[in-house]
């Protein structure tokens, strides 16, 4: 009989080779196309690294070039809306989303991979509208992502500091390693699929609560503690019910995730209207001793998803919007993979062992 080694979260396995991103869970430390997570948002913008990976992922382009074409997606995403929104009536914002994304295809003239990204932030933003009983607004083919998107979001544009600080959470979330959703876009990238299937892959993966999923659990659970007084007995609680908290641990990192100090920083840039940042800074330094009391030896730390939760919260994105959000900026890590994946030309297509009856 053989042996074999099942590693059931395959925690530790590589399964590629990437020049996107790079992860060091001990060293605290993220690298995008060639820059710290932490520079990367100070030196460029969502144009920015988005073109940088896409031209790792052997789409040569520029943020200039990437600007003017994402504008124009997003114009051609936005004549199709008509076509696209039918196959999510009916369903909750986030289910919207994914179907939206699934009845996206190809067109003569555009590459899918911009067609990808311009499409995202037209439908992430008609649909949380279309929640909130309001028409689409039409996109502004001149601003950047992250600025169009807030004013197709809210139907008039928000302040610069506003789109920066949107501007910086799509780049600090562009891309991360092998991620789950990543993973899963590459794993259907592997058949030769094309770009529209790995990325609705990604995003299904996205959506769930251990992954992308998160931040809107995160404004939840603030919500709930409500006051300072309450955070012990509410965190202890919850951790005695073998709850996780959201916006902690994290499987790579065993120390602080370094998108949360980007995020944090980005935060800080926006005031304190509308969110208790005192109280959430007091939620994350008990929330974190008392991980590491419930946990030894776990090392859970802040994840990205808790600074996430209070940045889009801040921005007044709806929380039902937060993963489609979160996807607009992920798109651009999930495109870059899908194109490295197929170059290999290898399937992905691991074993398992069975464990049912045999036959007679
Ligand atoms: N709160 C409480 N306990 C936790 C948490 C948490 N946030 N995270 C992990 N643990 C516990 C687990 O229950 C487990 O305890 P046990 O050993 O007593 O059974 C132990 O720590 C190890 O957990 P694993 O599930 O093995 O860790 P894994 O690497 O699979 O988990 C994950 C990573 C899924 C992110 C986890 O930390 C979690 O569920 N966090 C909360 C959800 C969250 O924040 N998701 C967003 C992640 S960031 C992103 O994907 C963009």
Known sequence: MTLHQITAGLDGVTAATTALSHVDGEGGELIIAGSRVAQLAEETDFEGVAARLLTAAGKATNADELRQVLGEARVRAFARLDAILPATEGLALGAGFRAAIAAIDKEEGIADE?????????????????????????????????????????GAPGSAAEAAALDAYLTTVSDHGMNA???????????????????????????????????????????????????????????????????FGHRIYKVRDPRA???????????????????????????????????????????????TAILLGALKIPREA???????GRTAGWVAHALEQQRTGRLLRPASVYTGPMPA
Not at 273 to 292: P, S
Request: with cysteine; aromatic share 6%.
């Open 322 to 328: 937060f993963t489609p959000v979160f996807a607009v």
């Open 114 to 154: 911009i067609a990808l990204l311009g499409a995202m932030p037209v439908l992430a933003a008609a649909l949380a509208r279309r929640a909130e009983g309001l028409a689409p607004v039409a996109p502004d083919a001149k601003l950047g992502q992250a600025a169009d998107l807030l004013r197709m979001l809210r």
């Open 181 to 247: 959703s990543t993973f899963a876009a590459r794993v259907v990238a592997s058949t030769q699929a094309d770009l529209f299937m790995a990325i609705t892959a990604g995003y299904c993966a996205l959506s769930g609560p251990l992954h992308g999923g998160a931040p809107a659990p995160v404004l939840d659970m603030l919500e709930a503690i409500g006051t300072a007084g309450n955070i012990a007995p509410w965190i202890d609680a919850a951790l005695a019910r073998g709850e996780r908290l959201m916006g």
């Open 261 to 307: 100090d980007v995020l944090k920083r980005a935060v800080g840039t926006l005031g304190s209207e509308g969110m208790d940042l005192g109280l959430a800074a007091e939620v994350e330094a008990y929330a974190r001793e008392a991980l590491a009391i419930a946990k030894p030896g776990r090392r859970l730390d802040t994840n990205v998803e808790f600074y």
